[in-house]
């Protein structure tokens, strides 16, 4: 399987998806929009995950590249890519389904309850993920649901955290795919956020963690053994 991803900046990487790529044999290919713009064939791809960012998506007048990375998110879905989005990159997908992003209530820093929702207990992309688990956070800006997306997944402070498309978009608000290293990357690049209110941890409480990045790992995985293994297709608008 062709699996290409979007990154956005350059502390933001796929983490352990990477190994779970390699692992299955997928080839990965990238698009660093940091560095450039290029896109690829959306034909020489089977798979599109889009990463993290510090940007928004209504950012365009700063990033100009963000019309263009919508519209390829757009065609994908359409053409029946499977197609993963994390924090920023599920808030792309939803405006990419002409959902409204915007700023949360609060953001959300370090690591925190997510609970899944009745439709995302009975969804096949949610099999084998705990009804609660931990997961880590940093984001600011949240959307709203989709039109015919189902919700799967709510926190304390963010009502929507995930949220699947038909049977082959999956967007999370929250992180299970970082490493320790990524952690650290983010505090030395976006410290500044942390503050002292309800919802963000210090950086210390962030990286003192026993078995955190042991088990969002194992979710991850889950998550993505699952998109591999859904092959229902849908015939092309």
Not at 18 to 37: D, Y
Not at 74 to 97: F, H, T, Y
Not at 206 to 233: A, K, P, T, W
């Amino acid at each position: 399987m062709k699996i290409h991803y979007f990154q956005h900046v350059p502390f933001e990487d796929l983490g352990t998806i990477r190994q779970w790529t390699e692992s299955h044999g997928h080839s990965l290919s990238v698009t660093q929009f940091f560095r450039n713009s290029t896109l690829p064939k959306i034909e020489d791809i089977d798979w599109l995950i889009v990463m993290g960012g510090t940007m928004g998506v209504y950012d365009e007048n700063m990033f100009p590249w963000l019309v263009k990375e919508k519209e390829f998110i757009s065609e994908a879905i359409r053409k029946n890519k499977k197609v993963l989005g994390i924090c920023l990159g599920a808030q792309l997908i939803a405006s990419s389904l002409d959902a409204r992003v915007y700023p949360n209530a609060q953001k959300e820093i370090g690591w925190f309850p997510v609970r899944v929702t009745p439709d995302g207990k009975s969804s096949s992309l949610f099999k084998n993920i705990p009804q609660q688990f931990t997961a880590f956070h940093w984001h600011g800006d949240t959307f709203d649901l989709p039109e015919g997306a189902r919700w799967l997944a709510e926190s304390e402070a963010c009502r929507h955290q995930a949220f699947s498309f038909d049977s082959h978009v999956l967007g999370l608000q929250f992180h299970l795919e970082v490493e320790r290293h990524n952690v650290e990357l983010l505090i030395q690049n976006c410290g500044y956020e942390l503050q002292k209110v309800p919802f963000i941890q210090s950086a210390e409480s962030m990286l003192n963690v026993n078995h955190g990045f042991d088990e969002i790992r194992q979710n991850m995985y889950h998550i993505l053994d699952r998109l591999e293994e859904n092959n229902s297709y849908r015939p092309p608008e």
